[in-house]
Structure formats: structure tokens, C-alpha cells
């Protein structure tokens, strides 16, 4: 039975994904990866990652999508433009295609499929997983959490830079 | 087997029990503010009005369902359905007493805030699909409101789950429980503030009713719903407080426990079941909405935002150093 609810999510992420990739009408390109990310959030419960699940929905399907989704208001965009892009010749398909394939490449020849170190079944299922991820990130991982809180700074800092309206200007 | 029928009972009963609970909400609500504006409220139907919710839900069902022509029917026809379904979703993580619960998650107040950050596509979606520009700008508005207090309420929360040490609401509880003071709205004042008006802004409720502010938008999101279709997104609005209060008391108010300086007073106490200090607290959060309806204009959009980016979420981030600092040196 756990066997064809897992056969499910995996082949309708795929579908879903394929569906998301060839809409015509951005909104509902958007939809079409809201309930992807719904999918790969159940993935990650066959995991018994329930922390990276419930955040998966809130970060990307709660804050990303809801922005792409208001910028496609704002914007008024009903349908993909026509005219020529990058990815309408061959060249810019193939880089982006043959690109992609070497990163799933690299990640797939690094993946260990046994438990390494001490972070083994019986530890995750003894503290909980959300201790278990905290634990990590913030004694193994700490300078690369800290880091990656810099990179997300500057671009706020990026963004009331370009908001910024003097007190007297009222245009 | 068994256990599948005992699940699937225990589930209705609580969606049953919820959701005559939001039936006679509409009917205090329109009683309380009746009576704050010196009016008497429903009369009509029945003794002091009381048939009248069931009497709107009769009317509400057998009325036309329509769809304008220019709308997208699909996304238009499953937008209530999707606030709906990702609002009542929430009742299951919710404890109500020590033992009844229907999942008990270990990242349950996550899955609220998860399922409450999925429920808004439907108001958004309804906004755009109706194809017309009042749905539209109350779709959009919905969308800025609740991305901006969703930070707040989150930052709110953290501060309960740094000092409880576990997002399993019943832990939470316990936690507070065993607390000298047994509710977490007493050290913690400024997260509770900050939790309680950041609730008012993500159910949409009065003052921050902006997708549906009657004198600007018509009535936003909903101006093209008809019937059945605009109940739910009404229904879906009270289980939302419903949510909302119930999260409150359990998070800051104590859940189903009363403080153990009050029982050492009064130790009849004691022996009062613990689902009723959970529904006087929720009951009270409830009339607090209604009163607060009642009482405070409608703010403008720009106030709006301003006191959630510049207000709400630097003290929310206060009161996790507060609370950081306590925790670490065991104050």
C-alpha cells in the first residue's frame, strides 16, 4: 500500500513538473507549482523529514510562490511573450540542457545511499528531526548558516536602497 | 479497522462541533454588535432570533450558483474550496484536552502556519479569476496583508517555541503548565501582542478587513461569489478564528490547564474537565474579535503594512532576544 502511495507522489511530481513547464498562461504555470511543491513536501514525510516538509510548504509554497504570483498581477503578464529568446535557438537549449544534466550528474555521484557518521536512524528517531537538523546546522554547518544569512541580508539592504524615497519627496 | 472508524467518528464529531460553533457565531456576532450600537440584533426567527443562522444557511444553499461569463470557471469554482479545505485541515493538529487529538504531530503549530500560508491561494486565485477589477484588487491586497503578518505571527510564535523547546502543541502546553506563572502571556507580553493583532490581519478580520473593504472594494474578493460558493469562503473565515483562538490558547493562554498557583487556592477547581478552560478561553478570544469588530475603524493600506513591517516585526524580534536571554541564563 505505502509502496503505490510513493509510486503516486513520485510519477505526479513528474507530471506535475512537465504540466508546470509547458503552460501557456503564466498564472496557471504558477498553480501547477503550487501543487508541486505540495508533492514534494509528502516526499520528504517518506523521509520522516517532517521539518523540511512543513517548511518546503511554508517557505517556498507560503512566501516564494505567493510573490511570483503577485508580480505576475502587477505586471498584468496573461501570456508568455513571443518574440525571440535565448532558450529559441540552439545553442541556449543546449547549454542549459547539458548543464543541468552535469550538476544532476555531479550530485548523483556524491550521493551515499547507507547512513554515515552519527547521525544514524535510531539518533534522527531518538531526538526528533527537527532537533536532529537544528543540532547539525548549527554546530557542523555554523559559518556556512552564517554566511548564507549575509547573502540574504545584502539584497534586502539591496532592495530599501532602491525603494528609498526622501521625506520632502512626494513624487 | 476499528481504529479507521474511531478516527473517521472522532474527526466528524469535531467538524460537527466546529462547525455549529461557527453557525452561532455569525448569530453573537450580529448580537454583540447589535448591542454595542444600541440595537437588539436578530429578532425574528425563533425565541431572540436564535434560528436565524440556520435560516441564513437554508437561504444561502438554495440560492443560484453563478459564474460570470469572463471568469476562469475552474480556478473561480475551487478557490472556496481550496481556503476551506486548508482551513479545517488545521483542526486536526489541534489538542483539545490532554488526550483528544486527532494527529498528534511533532511539528504541529509548523502545519498550522503551513496550511494557513496555503489557504490564502484561494483568496488570491479568487480575486483574479472573477476577471474583474474589485476581486482583483482585494485578491491583491490579501496577498501583501498576509505575506507581511505571516513574518510577524511566525516571530510571535518562535518566542513560545524557544521557551517550550518543542513545536508539538501538546508539549507546548505542558511546558507552560510547568511554568510558575502557567500562562506564557505574562512574561512573554510582547509576543502576545504582537500574536493577537497579527491574528486579526491574517483571518482578515476588522480593523484589517482590507481584501473586503466594503466602502473602497464593493466586497473584494468576494464582490462575483453568489450562494454557496460565498458561504464557504464565510465558513472558512470563522473556522479561521475559530483556528486562530484556539492557537492563542494554547500557545499563550495554557491550553486545557489553569495555572498551578490557582489550583493550590483553589483545588475544587481541579476537577473541572480541562475542554472547558479550553472553550472559556477560545470563547473569550472569539467575543475579543467581535468586540474589537465592534469597536475600531477600518485602518488604510499603507497604516496597514506600516505597522506590521515597522511595528510588529521589530518587536517580535525583541521578544525572541528577550526570551533568548532568559532562556540562556535561567532566569
Known amino acids: ?171 | 479497522m476499528i481504529e479507521l472508524l474511531i478516527m473517521v467518528i472522532k474527526t466528524t464529531v469535531v467538524f460537527g462541533i466546529v462547525l455549529t460553533h461557527v453557525a452561532y457565531t455569525t448569530y453573537a456576532e450580529r448580537k454583540i454588535i447589535g448591542r454595542a450600537q444600541a440595537r437588539m440584533g436578530p429578532m425574528e426567527v425563533g425565541p431572540h432570533g436564535l434560528l436565524q443562522p440556520i435560516a441564513d444557511f437554508i437561504k444561502i444553499f438554495f440560492k443560484e450558483d453563478i459564474v460570470p461569463i469572463n471568469a476562469e470557471k475552474f480556478i473561480f469554482q475551487i478557490a472556496p474550496l481550496i481556503v476551506l479545505i486548508f482551513t479545517m485541515i488545521n483542526l486536526t493538529v489541534i489538542p483539545f484536552t490532554s488526550n483528544f487529538i486527532l494527529a498528534d504531530l511533532n511539528v504541529g503549530l509548523l502545519f498550522i502556519l503551513a496550511s494557513a500560508s496555503v489557504s490564502v491561494y484561494g483568496i488570491i486565485l479568487a480575486g483574479w479569476s472573477s476577471n474583474s477589477k474589485y476581486s482583483f484588487l482585494g485578491g491583491l491586497r490579501s496577498a501583501s496583508q498576509v505575506l507581511s503578518y505571516e513574518i510577524a505571527l511566525g516571530l510571535s510564535l518562535a518566542g513560545v517555541v524557544l521557551a517550550a523547546g518543542s513545536l508539538n502543541l501538546r508539549d507546548i502546553v505542558i511546558a507552560q503548565h510547568n511554568t510558575a506563572l502557567g500562562v506564557y502571556a505574562i512574561p512573554q507580553i510582547i509576543g502576545f501582542v504582537v500574536f493577537v493583532i497579527a491574528a486579526f490581519a491574517e483571518t482578515n478580520r476588522a480593523p484589517f478587513d482590507l481584501p473586503e473593504a466594503e466602502t473602497e472594494l464593493v466586497a473584494g474578493y468576494l464582490t462575483e461569489y453568489s450562494a454557496f460558493r460565498y458561504a464557504l469562503f464565510f465558513l472558512a473565515e470563522y473556522v479561521a478564528m475559530y483556528i486562530m483562538a484556539s492557537l492563542c490558547a494554547l500557545c499563550f493562554l495554557g491550553g486545557w490547564t489553569i495555572p498551578k498557583f490557582i489550583t493550590d487556592i483553589l483545588p475544587f477547581l481541579d476537577k473541572v474537565p480541562g475542554i472547558i478552560w479550553f472553550a472559556i478561553k477560545v470563547y473569550a478570544f472569539i467575543f475579543l474579535y467581535i468586540w474589537v469588530r465592534a469597536t475600531f475603524p477600518r485602518y488604510r493600506f499603507d497604516q496597514l503594512l506600516n505597522i506590521g513591517w515597522k511595528v510588529l516585526i521589530p518587536a517580535g524580534i525583541l521578544n525572541i532576544i528577550i526570551i533568548a536571554i532568559f532562556k540562556r541564563f535561567a532566569l
Open chain 1, 1 to 171: 500500500m505505502i509502496y503505490f502511495i510513493f509510486a503516486y507522489f513520485c510519477l505526479a511530481t513528474l507530471g506535475i513538473s512537465i504540466m508546470s513547464l509547458t503552460r501557456k498562461n503564466p498564472v496557471h504555470a504558477v498553480l501547477w507549482l503550487l501543487l508541486l511543491f505540495l508533492h514534494v513536501a509528502v516526499i520528504y514525510l517518506f523521509l520522516n523529514a517532517e521539518f523540511l516538509a512543513m517548511v518546503q510548504v511554508i517557505v517556498y509554497a507560503g512566501a516564494i510562490l505567493v510573490m511570483f504570483l503577485f508580480t505576475l498581477f502587477l505586471l498584468g503578464a496573461r501570456q508568455l511573450p513571443k518574440h525571440k529568446r535565448y532558450t529559441s535557438i540552439l545553442e541556449g537549449r543546449l547549454l542549459i540542457g547539458l548543464s543541468i544534466t552535469a550538476t544532476l550528474l555531479a550530485v548523483f555521484s556524491s550521493i551515499k545511499a547507507e547512513y554515515s557518521g552519527k547521525y544514524t536512524i535510531k539518533y534522527v528517531h531518538d531526538v526528533g528531526n527537527t532537533k536532529a537538523i537544528g543540532v547539525m546546522l548549527f554546530n557542523e554547518y555554523s559559518l556556512a548558516v552564517l554566511i548564507l544569512g549575509v547573502i540574504l541580508l545584502i539584497p534586502m539592504i539591496a532592495v530599501s536602497v532602491l525603494a528609498w524615497r526622501r521625506k520632502d519627496d512626494t513624487s
